[in-house]
């Protein structure tokens, strides 16, 4: 996988990040006000969590290939 890849894949790690943070208070002022608080919040905290999770895990690919990168050039 290319460095542009890595890195492309690490920024949408990070607009995932930001749609789940920005998502949940808005989907329980609107969208979902008939639905339990907690069971809602329960379920945007998993998906916060995946999408950090995701970002983590984009962040060690992309220092890897970075080195990696570094590695074969010399």
């Given at each position: 996988m290319g460095s542009r890849a890595r890195r492309m894949?690490?920024?949408g790690a990070w607009i995932l990040l930001a749609a789940s943070v920005i998502g949940w208070p808005?989907?329980?002022l609107t969208v979902a006000?008939?639905?339990p608080q907690f069971v809602l919040g329960l379920s945007w905290l998993a998906i916060?969590?995946?999408c950090v999770d995701l970002l983590t895990s984009s962040q060690v690919h992309e220092e890897q290939g970075e080195q990696q990168d570094g590695t074969s050039k010399r």
């Open positions: 894949r690490t920024i808005l989907s329980a006000k008939d639905e916060t969590l995946t």
